[in-house]
């Protein structure tokens, strides 16, 4: 794959204006993008550039992140606090991300979306308030390993550390999940999966794939 390099600011402008092309696939009125990577990839910041650039340009956006949808920990750490199949298909609650995110953004439907379920540091429901998408608006959801999940992303971005980079970045306490994202390579091959690629070993100096 040949990427460019680019500054994380242009990239951001540049997938905003992708994005106000942009058809839904269901020809739903909410456009719905997923900004794919491990935590240390800086998805979040990413999705919250974009919806920066959307705004100046006019555009409705809402950044949910799945960290906001965990399970509850006695869920989570069933099998022990470094268990890495629970990390990679049991800690992020899907079921609610279809319910409160994606079948409000269906054809049809009310555009009132719950930007987060669960607190992880209190382990308790958040009670946030939910927020209602006008028509048109954008939903950037942000987080690892979403790529297996069969959600109707009408486009995907991949934050990509090669795997000495993503060791290197990880801290040492969570090097316990690097076995989930060498299998999330092997299954869901998420390079060749999204739309489009971002290299991001060095924060500094991302490139992508056009």
């Known amino acids: ?107 049809g439907g009310t555009g009132r979306v719950l930007p987060d379920l669960w607190d992880p540091a209190t382990d308790r429901a958040t009670r946030s308030s939910y927020v209602r998408l006008p028509p048109g608006g954008v939903l950037l959801l942000h987080g690892p390993l979403l790529l297996g999940h069969w959600f109707p992303f009408d486009l995907t971005v991949h934050v990509r550390l090669s795997q000495g980079a993503l060791r290197r970045r990880t801290p040492e306490g969570e090097r316990w999940t690097l076995p989930a994202f060498e299998r999330y390579e092997t299954e869901a091959d998420p390079a060749a999966a999204a739309d489009v690629v971002v290299r991001a070993d060095d924060p500094r100096h991302p490139a992508w794939s056009g």
Request: proline share 6%.
């Open 1 to 107: 794959m040949r990427l460019e390099p680019i500054t994380w600011e242009r990239l951001a402008d540049t997938l905003a204006d992708r994005i106000l092309d942009l058809k839904t696939a269901d020809g739903g009125a909410w456009p719905r993008v997923a900004v794919d990577g491990a935590p240390v990839g800086g998805t979040g910041e990413l999705a919250h550039r974009v919806s920066d650039a959307l705004r100046l340009r006019g555009r409705t956006s809402l950044v949910v992140g799945t960290e906001g949808f965990l399970r509850p920990a006695s869920l989570r750490f069933e099998y022990g606090h470094e268990d890495v199949e629970a990390y990679y298909s049991g800690w992020f609650d899907t079921g609610a991300l279809w319910r409160e995110v994606f079948g409000p953004l269906d054809p």
